[in-house]
Every structure is written in structure tokens, then in C-alpha cells.
């Protein structure tokens, strides 16, 4: 494990390397416990650096056992070796030389998942951000780009897979039982998109012909048995190497595209040239396992990885601070490829809600970066929802104010400019401006200033005038390290709205600039004046949420209703909505506290009503808008001070008023949606089934009773009807016979298979109610749960401590204790895993006072403790503050 250096990266001090490494040649003798790795490494000296100048490079817990250069040893001052670091000092006067480096690693105990390590018998690589030194010593940073040749030897029989990155070469027979095979990649890449793959898998194969007539074999490597599992991954890859071929004009570029799917991974997947390394989680579906949350999954993650190939590997970050240059550019491109596949409205409403459930929080807490941040730690702490999710906000507000055509000749200059190179923020903005001649300056404090801006809004109408006026006020907290704010440019895109539900086209438009529908803001306070209008309208802003920012509006309760029956933008609509919904929620959680049950507006509840009755409308819609804000959506929103228990004691009343009141109209539904046919993940069936799951959620609160979904559960041809019927006899009928009978089922019927087991672990970790700390405890010794798996850990203590306020939030803080010990158990072994799980504690000072002392108590047990590795040091001493 890495411990703390105490090292601060600051990308002030960014310089580029002495030498450069133009090719590299790696040999892997692959044995479980003892694999030997040779690296050839090609060395240039730039110009103007002295041959005195040592060549440093980066190692990680390494053992060197020979070193070379131009083919002859060292002596022992020519060279200093330590497991993190190789100094070679004795070096050729010319400035081209090579040398070979052999170091020993031992996959087996590499339990990280950092560099080359072992998931389920087969050999795999992780290099991203760091992990490359785990394997070899090398200049390991994005910006040293080298063109490897790769040879992999191993036991025939142990590993008849043998892929790397790039093209095939040869392959043939040793002795020994033993074989190799040769792979080339003549694309140059940082040593982070190296990948190495060797095992005993099964696959299917597909091919795609690109635009230019480039025939593409396509495979994904699955355990053996799970190949029809991996189908409609593959359908998926298709979909997205067209996509952007249409889209964005991207071509793929080597004559295989391989996928691997692995049941140990850190995240989501990996997008190493040619070869990408995936969580199985993001592969493997089929109706019987997969709910269709996991086929968008798939497809998303499948997309992402493909999209990197040119927003990431042909052009890469010149350092580790430039991050998001491609992580919010490529999800920004994955959010557009699945609103393609899908619904679009539905898509965007989506994404709001984890960008609020996820960024939003981070933004507001000790933990706020900006979106490209100046300095840093540990840099794996740095793949988070500000720079992936408001990353790809930043690239979505490009388009906004330069247009669809603008936006593409500046993404069409970014790629004719950059191939091929480690680039900046600096160099992608650059790319729009000069593609559309507009100035972005000011837009680029986006990438710089950290935190959530909050927008003002009041309104104006002078009916003699016929004049309407909105003025708006923008603002930004503090956020750690920086204190002071410069006002930002939003683009805030608006519909005028008049009584016929029609948008009103304004005769003009003074004050603040307005370009279309969307007006921009860049001052700290500014005026629109629009003329022209002849009856008050309602003004509908943010449409499509133009810009990652809250918004306090003074629009009265009788617009937003209006605004949630009739904006013409379905994002609008659904905002405006959640706004009257969190309204009375959070009312609710101030009466519960003063002792008094929740009053709820009757016009709220049927204005619900109308909408799920509303044949007119997306099913998907419809079942976005019958989800309440969730417990911690509501808490974000009150913001200090906050009882969990209140919170869920308020959204159940909400419930049980709407369950009430509608249940004669919820049960026709139901029945109406009953599935019909074979099961297709298609957008639409899938839509169907949200909205007739939480119809479910609702009509079992009203009837009091599990039999609805106990029938469910069972008559389920599906995943998604089978989980979702699980999860209400579970959440709501959780000590009856219902639910443990059918917890039983489920684990009979699934108890060999690990990923689908996830999804009765989450079950049961959500399951409300302090009694939740209990059974994460005992479910801990079930057979199937390991710490030492991030699937496992994840669904049962991830989920635990960050989709169970009430359970994890025990007001006698002994869930803060228990997971305090757990993350001080996983560190030793995967930091990265550790440090993630803990940044569920990142919003402990909004708690009551009870909750955030025992909250602290946690956090200071674990930042005292005795050996913590960089990731949750880091982490800890940033979430105290
Ligand atoms: N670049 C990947 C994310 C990723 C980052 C670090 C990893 O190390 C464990 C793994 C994957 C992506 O954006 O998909
Ligand atoms: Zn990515």
C-alpha cells in the first residue's frame, strides 16, 4: 500500500520531461505468484538537456532484477533503485539509447487491483492513473507517448487467451506447455492505456465495417458459460462505433476492438487502447439477471469506453489536472449517444438527478474541487462526479452558446489540431474559439471555480407596457482553498409561457444578452426586459438544465403548477414539479420535528394524479415524475441541521397521501401496463415497467399489504418486476413471510451467481430503520461476501451507507463506528476502494448535532489511526476539514 508522502501535485508546477520513451517493448513471462516482466524501452533525450540530467523513473512496490543500458550493466553508482523509484544516472553521452529494465511482480497478493493482478484466475492490468509503475519502472504520465510491442508467455492450459493492446502479430507454441503471442500497437499512448489480458475465457465474436471500409473484429471475453450474457453488450458497441461515426465523424482505428469483463474491478470499466477491461457488472445481462437500470448501464459504459477511444486515447491529457478534458467530454458524448438511443427528455431527466445526487453534495461539501483541480494528493480521489458529471455540464454549456454547428466545428478543429497529442483545457476551449470567433474567457472560470452557483430569479410584468422583466442575481459560496468568487457566464435557456400553454415570442429583448431561447448571464446581477407581451406570462427557466446551478425563484406556487402541467420542455416540467414536491416535503420534516404529523397540499396530490393518468405522456416520464425527491434529495435541500428520521417520516406521509388518494387510478394503471410478450430492454418496455414498479411501490402503501408484490415477485419474467417487488416486500413488509420467503427464493434461485446476488444484498442493506446495521453485520458472514471484492463490498456497505439515511444515520452513531472498522479493514488492501466508500461521510456537518458528533468521532478514529494509506488520508483529512 502507498502511504503518505505528504507530496502536494500542484499543476503550476507542471513541466515536461527530460527524456521521452518514442517505443517500448515489453516481454511478460506470466506465472501466478512470480511473473517476470523485460522492458525495452527506447530513450530520447529532448533537445537542450544535459546527458548529466538522470533519467527518473516512476516504480510501485517493484523488485528490479536487471538493469541495462545499450546492453551493458551498470555499476553501483550508475543507477539507484528502490520499489518506488529507479534513478539512472550513468547515462550515454548520445541522445537516443535503450534500456532494459526486468523487474518481478507477483499478481496473486496484488489484491489493489493496481497494474497486473489476478480476478478469478485470469491476469489482468489496471494502469489508471498510476498503476504502470506497478509492472515497470517508466515515465508513467500522460504525456509521455510511446508505441509498444508486447509479447505474453504463459501456461497453455491456464491461459489460452492472450490479448494486449493494438493489432495481433504472431502466436505460437512453446515449451512447457507454454505459449506467446505477439501484439502491436502502432497508435502512440501513455502507459496508462496499456492493458494485458491472459486467461481462460470464453467469447463472442461480431464485426464492424467502419465508414472508410475498415473491417473491425470485434470480441467480448466473458468467463465460460456467460457468453449469451455478453450479446447485448455487443449490440451496444455497434450502436456506438455508428453513433459516432454519425455524430461526431469519429472512425475507429486498429483492426480488432476487444472487450474483456472481469469480476474484481475498481470501477466502472477501462477504456486501454483496443482493449477494454470492464467490471463485469457493465457486460453481462440477459432478461433473467439484468433489471433495465443495468442494460442503460451497459450500454452507457459500453459507449463511454468505445467514445474514449478518440476523446482520451488519440488525444490524451498532457498531465493528470486535465482530467476531465476527457472524462466530462466523454460522458458528455455517452449522455448524447443514449438520449439518441432513447428518450431524450427522459435521458436529461436523468442525468439532473444523479448530478444532483451525486455533484451537487460533493460541491457543497469539504470535499469541492473545481472541475479541473490545481492541486491534489492522490489523484485517484480525483475521478469524481465533478470532474466526469459537471464535466460533461461544462462541454453541454459550449454547445449551448455556440449552437449544434459551432459546437461541431470546434469539436472537428479540437481533433484535426490535438491528434495525437497530451492536450489542455486551455487547447479545447481554444479549438471553439476559434472556431466560432467568440470569446470564452469568462466561460472558462467554469473549469477554475469550485462550488454550485445559485441563481436569484424575481419577475416583473407591466400589463400597460406590455413589458415583462426578469432580474437575475447569480452567486457563489466559498469552497475550500477558495474564498472569493468571480461571477460566472451562464447560459440559462427560457420559455415565456402563455395561458394557451404556447411559448409567447418576444418583439424584443434589452438588458442581459439573449441569443435565441437562451439568455446569458455574466455579470453578477443583470436585468432582461422583453416587450411585446400582451398577457403576464409564465416564465419557464433553466429549460433542459441549461446550467449546473440551484435556482431560488419567487415564481409563485400556482405557476409552478401550471408550469408542471404545461411546459412545453419535459425537463421543465419535471423541475418544476419536483420543486412543489420538495416544498411540501420539507414542510413536512419541520412539523414531524415539532412533534405534529406532515399537512399536505390536496392540489399537489392530484396535480400527481394527473400527470400518471396522462395517456399523453412517456411512461418513463410519468414514472419520474411519480418518484418523490429521495431522503437525501430532500436533505441536500434543507440543507443544516438534518434528522433522517424526520426526512423519511415526511416523504412516507407524502406517499401515503398520494398512495390514498389515487388508488383506484394506480390499480387500473397497473393492471393496464401488465408486460405482454417477450421481454425487450428496449427504452420503451423499459419505461413501462418503471412506471408500473412504482405504481406497485404506491398501491401496496395504500392496501397495506405485501400480496400485490409477493404475486409480483413470483409471476416475474424479468429482473426488473422480479427486483422491484423484491425491494417493496422487502422495504415496506420486511419482518413478514412474504419477504423472507421471497429473499429465500431469490438466493435459490441466484445463489450461484455473485453480480445477481448484488442486487439482494443492496435489498436488504437499504431496507430502512436502525435495525439495517444489524443485518449488514450478519450478511457480512454470508459465503458469497467479500470485502476483498469491490462488487461485494459496494452492494452491501456502499449501499448501506449511502442509500440508507435512516439505517446508517442510527442516531447512537454505532453505524458511523461500524463502518469507521470497515474502512480501516479494506485499506490495507484496496485503498482506492476504501478511500471511495468513506466520501460517503462527506456531508457529516449537515447533520443535527447529535448524529454529526458521532459522525466526527468516526472520522477522527480513522484519520488517527496508525497506517493509512494516501487515498484515505487525503480523504479523511479533507472531510474534517
Ligand atoms: N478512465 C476510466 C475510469 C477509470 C479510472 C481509474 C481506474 O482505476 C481503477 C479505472 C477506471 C473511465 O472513465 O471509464
Ligand atoms: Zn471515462
Known amino acids: 500500500m502507498r502511504t503518505?508522502?505528504?507530496q502536494l501535485f500542484r499543476l503550476e508546477d507542471y513541466r515536461p520531461t527530460d527524456y521521452l520513451i518514442p517505443q517500448t517493448s515489453l516481454v511478460f513471462d506470466l506465472h501466478p505468484e512470480r511473473t517476470i516482466v523485460r522492458a525495452v524501452l527506447s530513450v530520447e533525450r529532448r533537445e537542450g538537456v544535459n546527458a548529466s540530467q538522470p533519467l527518473v523513473l516512476d516504480g510501485d512496490e517493484l523488485k528490479l532484477v536487471e538493469l541495462t543500458v545499450n546492453g551493458a550493466p551498470l555499476g553501483d553508482n550508475g543507477y539507484q533503485a528502490t520499489p518506488e523509484r529507479l534513478e539512472i544516472a550513468?547515462?550515454?553521452?548520445?541522445?537516443?539509447?535503450?534500456?532494459?529494465?526486468?523487474?518481478?511482480?507477483?499478481?496473486?497478493?496484488?489484491?489493489?487491483?493496481?497494474?497486473?493482478?489476478?480476478?478469478?484466475?485470469v491476469y489482468c492490468t489496471q494502469c489508471e492513473a498510476e498503476g504502470f509503475r506497478r509492472i515497470t519502472y517508466f515515465l508513467d504520465r500522460p504525456d509521455v507517448l510511446s508505441v509498444y510491442t508486447v509479447r505474453i508467455e504463459a501456461s497453455k492450459a491456464e491461459a489460452p487467451v492472450l490479448l494486449s493492446n493494438g493489432n495481433p502479430v504472431k502466436s505460437g507454441t512453446l515449451d512447457g506447455g507454454r505459449h506467446f503471442a505477439v501484439w502491436h500497437d502502432p497508435h502512440p499512448k501513455p502507459s496508462y492505456l496499456f492493458a494485458l489480458v491472459a486467461g481462460d475465457l470464453g467469447f463472442i465474436s461480431d464485426s464492424f465495417t467502419t465508414r472508410s471500409g475498415r473491417k473491425v473484429d470485434l470480441n467480448i471475453y466473458v468467463e465460460h458459460g456467460k457468453e449469451p450474457r455478453a450479446l447485448y453488450a455487443m449490440d451496444a458497441l455497434k450502436r456506438s462505433m455508428t453513433w459516432d461515426e454519425e455524430v461526431f465523424g469519429r472512425e475507429y482505428d486498429l483492426d480488432v476492438f476487444n472487450v474483456v469483463a472481469v469480476s474484481d474491478f475498481n470501477m466502472g470499466a477501462m477504456e486501454n487502447k483496443g482493449l477494454n477491461v470492464f467490471n463485469d457488472k457493465y457486460v453481462l445481462a440477459d432478461a433473467e439477471t439484468a433489471t433495465d437500470t443495468d442494460y442503460a448501464g451497459i450500454e452507457a459504459v459500453i459507449a463511454h469506453e468505445y467514445f474514449h477511444n478518440w476523446t482520451g486515447n488519440r488525444i490524451t491529457c498532457r498531465d493528470w489536472f486535465q482530467l476531465c478534458l476527457k472524462e466530462g467530454l466523454t460522458?458528455?458524448?455517452?449522455?448524447?449517444?443514449?438520449a439518441d438511443q432513447r428518450s431524450r427528455a427522459v435521458k436529461r431527466i436523468a442525468e439532473v438527478k444523479t448530478l444532483k445526487a451525486h455533484q451537487f453534495p460533493e460541491d457543497a461539501g469539504p470535499l469541492a474541487h473545481p472541475v479541473r483541480p490545481r492541486q491534489y494528493r492522490e489523484i485517484n480521489n480525483f475521478y469524481t462526479a465533478t470532474v466526469y458529471e459537471k464535466g460533461s455540464e461544462v462541454v453541454r454549456m459550449i454547445r449551448t452558446i455556440l449552437g449544434a454547428d459551432l459546437f461541431r466545428?470546434?469539436?472537428d478543429l479540437y481533433f484535426e489540431r490535438h491528434d495525437g497529442e497530451a492536450a489542455t483545457i486551455e487547447d479545447f476551449i481554444k479549438a471553439f474559439e476559434d472556431a466560432s470567433g467568440q470569446e470564452l474567457s469568462q466561460f472558462a472560470l467554469w473549469y477554475e471555480q469550485a462550488g454550485t452557483p445559485n441563481l436569484s430569479v424575481s419577475y416583473d410584468y407591466d400589463p400597460a407596457e406590455k413589458t415583462f422583466t426578469i432580474e437575475l442575481e447569480q452567486s457563489l459560496k466559498a469552497t475550500p482553498g477558495q474564498s472569493r468568487k468571480k461571477p460566472m457566464h451562464i447560459p440559462i435557456q427560457f420559455g415565456l409561457i402563455g395561458s394557451d400553454g404556447k411559448d409567447i415570442i418576444p418583439a424584443s429583448a434589452t438588458g442581459a444578452e439573449v441569443t435565441g431561447d437562451v439568455i446569458h448571464l455574466r455579470k453578477r446581477r443583470e436585468t432582461v426586459r422583453f416587450t411585446g407581451i400582451g398577457t403576464r406570462p409564465v416564465p419557464s427557466l433553466l429549460r433542459g438544465f441549461s446550467a449546473p446551478v440551484t435556482m431560488a425563484s419567487e415564481l409563485p406556487q400556482d405557476d409552478l403548477k401550471f408550469l408542471a402541467l404545461n411546459d412545453s420542455d419535459p425537463v421543465g416540467r419535471w423541475q418544476a414539479l419536483a420543486k412543489l414536491l420538495s416544498g411540501v416535503l420539507i414542510a413536512g420534516v419541520k412539523r414531524v420535528r415539532g412533534g405534529k404529523p406532515p399537512v399536505i397540499d390536496a392540489d399537489i396530490i392530484g396535480l400527481v394524479g394527473r400527470i400518471a393518468a396522462d395517456e399523453t405522456l412517456d411512461a418513463a416520464f410519468r414514472a419520474l415524475c411519480l418518484t418523490l425527491p429521495g431522503e437525501s434529495?430532500?436533505?441536500?435541500e434543507i440543507g443544516s441541521n438534518i434528522d433522517p428520521d424526520a426526512v423519511l417520516a415526511s416523504r412516507e406521509a407524502l406517499i401515503k397521501a398520494i398512495a390514498e388518494t389515487h388508488v383506484q387510478t394506480f390499480a387500473s394503471l397497473y393492471d393496464k401496463l401488465a408486460n405482454k410478450g417477450a421481454f425487450s430492454p428496449d427504452a420503451e418496455s423499459a419505461g413501462r415497467r418503471a412506471f408500473r414498479n412504482s405504481l406497485l411501490d404506491y398501491l401496496s402503501v395504500a392496501e397495506d399489504n405485501s400480496s400485490r408484490a409477493e404475486a409480483q415477485f413470483h409471476a416475474a419474467d424479468n429482473m426488473t418486476d422480479r427486483a422491484a417487488a423484491l425491494g417493496v416486500l422487502v422495504h415496506r413488509f420486511g419482518d413478514e413471510t412474504s419477504a423472507r420467503d421471497a429473499l429465500a427464493a431469490?438466493?435459490?434461485?441466484?445463489?450461484?451467481?455473485?453480480?445477481?446476488?448484488?442486487?439482494?444484498?443492496?435489498?436488504q442493506a437499504t431496507r430502512p430503520g436502525a435495525g439495517a446495521l444489524d443485518r449488514v453485520r450478519a450478511l457480512m458472514g454470508h459465503r458469497l461476501f467479500s470485502l476483498d471484492n469491490p462488487n461485494r463490498?459496494?452492494?452491501?456497505?456502499?449501499?448501506?451507507a449511502t442509500a440508507n439515511q435512516t439505517g446508517f444515520n442510527r442516531a447512537d452513531g454505532a453505524a458511523y463506528n461500524f463502518f469507521a472498522d470497515t474502512i480501516l479493514k479494506i485499506d490495507p488492501e484496496n485503498p482506492q476502494l476504501a478511500a471511495r466508500l468513506l466520501t460517503a461521510l462527506r456531508s457529516w456537518r449537515s447533520l443535527e448535532p447529535v448524529r454529526r458528533e458521532h459522525a466526527r468521532a468516526a472520522l477522527a478514529r480513522i484519520a488517527g489511526a496508525e497506517k493509512l494509506s494516501t487515498d484515505v488520508k487525503d480523504i479523511v483529512e479533507r472531510t474534517l476539514g
Not at 331 to 338: G, M, N, T
Request: aromatic share 12%; no cysteine.
Open 793 to 800: 463490498t459496494r452492494a452491501l456497505i456502499g449501499a448501506f
Open 4 to 6: 503518505d508522502t505528504g
Open 331 to 338: 460522458v458528455f458524448r455517452d449522455h448524447e449517444f443514449s
Open 746 to 763: 431469490f438466493e435459490k434461485r441466484f445463489g450461484d451467481d455473485p453480480l445477481v446476488m448484488d442486487k439482494w444484498f443492496i435489498v
Open 633 to 636: 434529495d430532500i436533505a441536500r
Open 409 to 411: 466545428k470546434g469539436m
Open 90 to 121: 550513468e547515462l550515454p553521452e548520445e541522445d537516443r539509447f535503450t534500456v532494459e529494465i526486468t523487474t518481478e511482480i507477483n499478481p496473486t497478493t496484488n489484491r489493489q487491483l493496481m497494474g497486473l493482478y489476478r480476478s478469478g484466475g
